[in-house]
């Protein structure tokens, strides 16, 4: 079978594109035949080893022990481990594993959910790691009711477009934050109102929120403050790429002090993986509520492109790794 993987730590150059013997899934895993996948930052601080703490994670300081890429996934069941029950060979699903560059993949079963039929592959494999930030950040962080007041800065990103619908669906306000090249999509895909960041600041408007999901992280919490209200809650969800990692701890410190002193509450979102979520994106999706933002297409031979783009931080959605099986 066809991989991506890479031996050491650098930029997408060190990606190899190479034939491996096919896998096999264990008692408590599934096999997939890939039919779409996704890039993520998630992958490119795992490709270059960046922050250093990503290199523990990896299992590796100087090189990476599991050379393996990728973590999005869609796909047909190809074979099951004797302890599967909930899916069967055929069976098409979408969610997380290890190594989703690649025509085929093993992933556990609490990782996967079915995938609508009315959804596509690659609509499905948009979903995972961009989605869990934009559903736990929203609803377990930012505890947001219908009606209140929501901001999303990054609204044209990967997180921000799944964001700014899933606000939508729980019956929220919802204000983006975007380039001017992105205001028209952002409004399209439900948007109340949109903010062109180089027209406007948001953080000095006269507008308040209930809660801001910050999924770029360029304004710091004293700034959003500002617009909002009394007991509103910001959720981090990104940042720069040095701060990937070490960004999160610091800020939850600085959060706690703060929250001594003032009633608005700083938290932030690191997605887990969930199949109780994977099915709520997947009836979202069903519904039409939730339509995937799909910026660009590539092969799997193509993915060091894809991360090239990606890292260039213009992406509007997401980007996917499609496999041609014809």
Aim: charged fraction near 20%; proline fraction near 4%; aromatic fraction near 8%.
């Amino acid at each position: 079978m066809k991989t991506i993987s890479y031996k050491r730590y650098g930029s997408p150059d060190v990606l190899q594109y190479e034939e491996v013997i096919k896998l096999v899934p264990g008692d408590d895993e599934v096999l997939i035949r890939v039919r779409a996948a996704a890039v993520n930052p998630y992958d490119w601080h795992f490709m270059r080893g960046e922050p250093y703490p990503v290199r523990i994670a990896a299992g590796g300081l100087r090189k990476p022990k599991d050379s393996r890429l990728g973590a999005d996934v869609a796909g047909e069941i190809e074979a099951v481990g004797r302890n599967i029950t909930q899916f069967k060979p055929g069976d098409g699903v979408f969610g997380c594993c290890k190594g989703a560059f690649a025509e085929y993949a093993c992933a556990s079963e609490s990782k996967l959910a079915r995938k609508p039929d009315n959804v596509t592959f690659e609509q499905a494999a948009s979903v995972p790691i961009a989605a869990f930030t934009a559903l736990q950040g929203l609803r377990d962080k930012g505890k947001l009711q219908p009606g209140q007041k929501v901001l999303v800065n990054g609204a044209a990103g990967g997180v921000g477009t799944f964001a700014v619908q899933i606000a939508k669906s729980f019956g929220a306000e919802v204000t983006g934050v975007c380039s001017t090249r992105n205001v028209e999509m952002v409004r399209s895909i439900g948007a109340d109102q949109v903010v062109d960041y180089t027209q406007e600041n948001f953080t000095t408007s006269a507008r308040r929120y209930d809660v801001i999901l910050d999924c770029v992280g360029n304004h710091t919490f004293s700034q959003c403050r500002r617009v909002l209200n009394p007991r509103g809650i910001y959720v981090g969800a990104g940042g720069t790429s040095d701060n990937w990692m070490i960004g999160p701890l610091t800020s939850a410190i600085k959060a706690l002090v703060l929250s001594w002193f003032v009633s608005q509450k700083q938290v932030m979102v690191l997605a887990k993986a969930s199949q109780e979520d994977l099915v709520i994106m997947g009836q979202l999706m069903a519904s039409g509520k939730v339509t995937p933002v799909i910026d660009k297409r590539y092969s799997l031979c193509q993915v060091p492109d894809a991360i090239r783009y990606l890292e260039a931080g213009h992406a509007r959605g997401k980007v996917v790794i499609t496999l041609d099986w014809r």
